[in-house]
């Protein structure tokens, strides 16, 4: 099991940055995929960003080109960096792991953009 504890979110204008931090309960060498995922109001979550624990990345085509996300394996953690907010991207951002077959998310932070 991994408990995930995410943080960085707020209120910031279009245009601005934000970045997340999740901090997991354990080490995440052996946690092949972690990544972040949002859920807008009235929305469906949605995964934005991954990283396996080789360093291999995937981000969705809205965020393609703002949004990096990395880990480092000796804090257990994961961070999303988001350039260039726009207010399509308000939502709750929830951190997320694949362990041994099973998903496991975080409470969640919200993020604000306001136009």
């Known amino acids: 099991q991994v408990q995930l504890v995410e943080s960085g979110g707020g209120l910031v204008q279009a245009g601005g940055s934000l970045r997340l931090s999740c901090a997991a309960s354990?080490?995440?060498?052996?946690?092949?995929?972690m990544g972040w995922g949002r859920q807008a109001p009235g929305k469906q979550r949605e995964l934005v960003a991954t990283?396996?624990?080789?360093?291999?990345?995937n981000t969705a085509d809205s965020v393609k080109g703002r949004f990096t996300i990395s880990r480092d394996n000796g804090q257990n953690t994961v961070y999303l960096q988001m350039n260039n907010l726009k207010p399509e991207d308000t939502a709750v951002y929830y951190c997320y792991a694949l362990l041994q077959g099973r998903s496991y998310w975080g409470q969640g932070t919200q993020v604000t953009v306001s136009s």
């Open positions: 990283i396996t624990n080789g360093g291999t990345t």
């Open positions: 354990r080490s995440i060498f052996s946690i092949n995929t």
